[in-house]
């Protein structure tokens, strides 16, 4: 009797595993092929969906931060219109470029030393801003930075991006003993943290090879951007889940939590990646 309940209950598991990773792909690959299709069809409809993808994200951000608010939403659509579509001023692009950088800078350092994000009514408009909103900013102008856009950039950075996640939690998975930083995600490991950066490092030589938009070592740089903060983005977005007491920022997207859960590497490693973009039109 009992060693048939312990079959029931092994052969339940794994149903319920597969049809839950069922569910995860079938939602993984919906949220890509939107993104792809609004990245190919052009500027504006790839700045409008991250403009939609932002009212979300910032919805799932403000319930992490406890806050509610529509002066977020106002600041939302009011930069985007200055800085993604209208292109207001370079000056001001770079001011906030470096305002942006610096704040999440901070992040990382409050991430490392301190237990608990200070998360004090000023400081929340700070992060909603600067560490949201600007970021999604650069995302959107990552593809243009030379002027014209090339949707190709954006969707070899995104693959950057899907690689170093699949194959940090693969190799950390099967591989992993070391924990890269226990007290805020106890399944991040150090062997998954190199294996997702070996992997993203190849993958930007693949990218090289098909697009040869950037030299190859040009791209190798990305990857590495892209591993390390965009990991740190994942660290400091899951002490907000752990300081609100959640385990998913929303539930948007099943078997992934909320599309902030989802964007949070990316949105963390795009002004990084855009500076370094712009590090490298300056010096050519």
Same mark, same amino acid.
């Given at each position: 009797m009992?060693?048939?309940q312990k079959?029931?209950?092994?052969?339940?598991?794994? #149903?319920?595993?597969?049809?839950?990773?069922?569910?995860r792909?079938l939602?993984?690959l919906?949220?890509a092929?939107?993104?792809?299709?609004?990245?190919?069809?052009s500027?504006?409809?790839f700045?409008?969906?991250?403009l939609? @993808?932002?009212?979300?994200?910032l919805?799932?951000?403000?319930?992490l /931060?406890h806050?509610? %608010?529509?002066?977020?939403? @106002?600041?939302?659509?009011a930069?985007?219109f200055?800085?993604?579509?209208?292109r207001? !001023?370079?000056?001001?692009?770079?001011v906030l470029?470096?305002?942006?950088?610096?704040?999440?800078l @901070?992040? *990382?350092?409050?991430?490392m030393l301190?237990?608990k994000i200070p998360?004090?009514?000023?400081?929340k408009?700070? #992060?909603i801003?600067?560490y949201?909103?600007?970021?999604?900013?650069?995302?959107t102008?990552?593809?243009?930075?030379?002027?014209d856009f090339t949707?190709e950039?954006?969707?070899?950075i995104? !693959?950057l991006?899907?690689?170093n996640?699949?194959?940090?939690?693969?190799?950390?998975?099967?591989?992993?003993e070391?924990k890269?930083?226990?007290? #805020?995600?106890?399944?991040?490991? *150090?062997e998954? @943290? /190199?294996?997702?950066?070996f992997?993203?490092?190849?993958?930007?030589?693949?990218v090289h090879?098909?697009?040869?938009?950037?030299e190859?070592?040009h791209? #190798?740089?990305?990857?590495?951007i892209?591993?390390?903060?965009?990991?740190?983005?994942?660290?400091?977005? %899951?002490?907000?889940?752990?300081q609100?007491g959640?385990k998913?920022?929303?539930?948007?997207?099943?078997?992934h939590?909320g599309?902030?859960?989802?964007?949070?590497?990316?949105?963390?490693?795009?002004?990084?990646?855009?500076?370094y973009?712009?590090?490298?039109?300056?010096? %050519?």
């Amino acid at each position: 009797m009992e060693v048939a309940q312990k079959t029931y209950i092994c052969c339940y598991w794994k #149903i319920y595993n597969m049809k839950e990773n069922f569910v995860r792909g079938l939602s993984g690959l919906l949220y890509a092929s939107i993104l792809v299709v609004a990245i190919f069809s052009s500027e504006i409809a790839f700045t409008t969906l991250f403009l939609i @993808f932002g009212v979300i994200c910032l919805r799932e951000l403000q319930r992490l /931060l406890h806050l509610k %608010s529509y002066l977020g939403y @106002f600041l939302l659509f009011a930069m985007f219109f200055l800085f993604s579509y209208y292109r207001w !001023s370079p000056y001001a692009t770079l001011v906030l470029l470096l305002i942006t950088i610096f704040i999440n800078l @901070f992040l *990382v350092k409050d991430l490392m030393l301190v237990n608990k994000i200070p998360l004090f009514e000023k400081k929340k408009y700070v #992060i909603i801003i600067f560490y949201l909103i600007s970021s999604l900013i650069f995302l959107t102008l990552i593809p243009s930075y030379t002027g014209d856009f090339t949707p190709e950039l954006v969707v070899g950075i995104f !693959s950057l991006i899907w690689i170093n996640d699949t194959f940090a939690y693969l190799v950390g998975k099967n591989f992993g003993e070391k924990k890269l930083f226990e007290r #805020i995600s106890p399944k991040k490991t *150090v062997e998954g @943290f /190199l294996g997702g950066l070996f992997f993203t490092m190849i993958a930007g030589y693949l990218v090289h090879f098909y697009t040869e938009l950037l030299e190859l070592h040009h791209w #190798i740089g990305i990857a590495i951007i892209m591993s390390i903060f965009g990991t740190l983005g994942d660290l400091i977005q %899951s002490k907000f889940k752990r300081q609100a007491g959640v385990k998913d920022s929303g539930r948007l997207m099943p078997g992934h939590g909320g599309l902030f859960d989802r964007l949070d590497s990316i949105i963390f490693a795009s002004p990084f990646v855009y500076a370094y973009l712009q590090l490298l039109n300056y010096v %050519s």
